[in-house]
């Protein structure tokens, strides 16, 4: 059964209480939100698809999931444990499950005989990310991101409710905000970060794929530095 044919049939179970959305209309939600504070769109996302919802974090910081947590501490939080992480990142996913006692779910990567981002660098993170969200979100209607338009050029013109490949809804609650909005919230709420933002990293994936920025003034040229690829394929998938 194919991840289509397997969303098709979760969504077969859902109550038919939850609506379903033509793209047309999610357009429509999206620009409505376009002004709005990220926890009135975390709210529609709760109130709208809970418990077939689920927030997707890279745990640089917990800002999506301090967000999320105050409106709902039940929303499960899915982190995809490549088996190529930094100790650091591993770490910040441990004291940010017991701050929140968050409803945690880990995709863990089966070991690989050789190492896939060596061998294959293009296929890795398809086959290691993309392929372990697919499993995680089998079930569900929706999810949500910590994505935002300032981040990158290839990421300026996201919308904050859209439809994905799987023909789930997605929602990215602070695709608006600028970093100064993000530092301003983890001042203001005492927010977990990730260890290596105090080493000169600015944007982190797996280990072997990630250094400090090369380029000051775009804080993701430390992403396979060196190479064309820009995105892991999460935020494509």
């Not at 969303?7 to 038919?16: D, F, G, Q």
């Not at 745990?59 to 995809?80: G, N, Q, R, Y």
């Not at 993309?130 to 929706?142: E, H, Y």
Request: charged letters at 25%.
């Amino acid at each position: 059964m194919t991840v289509t044919e397997e969303t098709a049939t979760a969504v077969s179970l859902v109550p038919r209480t939850v609506p379903r959305f033509t793209d047309e209309e999610l357009a429509v939600i999206s620009k409505d939100f376009e002004g709005a504070p990220a926890s009135t769109v975390i709210r529609w996302a709760v109130d709208t698809f809970h418990p077939y919802l689920s927030l997707s974090a890279s745990m640089t910081d917990a800002v999506l999931i301090d967000l999320a947590h105050k409106v709902e501490p039940s929303i499960e939080v899915v982190f995809i444990d490549t088996g190529y992480h930094f100790p650091e990142t591993l770490e910040t996913v441990q004291a940010v499950r017991h701050r929140y006692g968050l409803n945690l779910k880990m995709m863990t990567v089966p070991h690989h005989d050789e190492e896939l981002w060596r061998v294959d660098p293009e296929n890795c993170c398809s086959a290691v990310k993309v392929g372990q969200l697919d499993r995680a979100l089998q079930g569900k209607l929706a999810w949500m991101s910590g994505l935002r338009r300032a981040e990158a050029d290839t990421r300026a013109a996201a919308p904050i409710v859209s439809r994905d490949v799987r023909g789930l809804v997605k929602i990215n609650p602070i695709a608006t905000w600028s970093d100064d909005d993000v530092d301003g919230y983890i001042a203001d709420h005492d927010i977990i970060l990730n260890p290596l933002l105090l080493k000169g990293f600015t944007s982190i994936g797996c280990m072997p794929c990630t250094t400090p920025p090369t380029d000051p003034n775009d804080p993701r040229s430390g992403r396979w530095a060196g190479r064309a690829k820009t995105e892991c394929g999460l935020h494509d998938a």
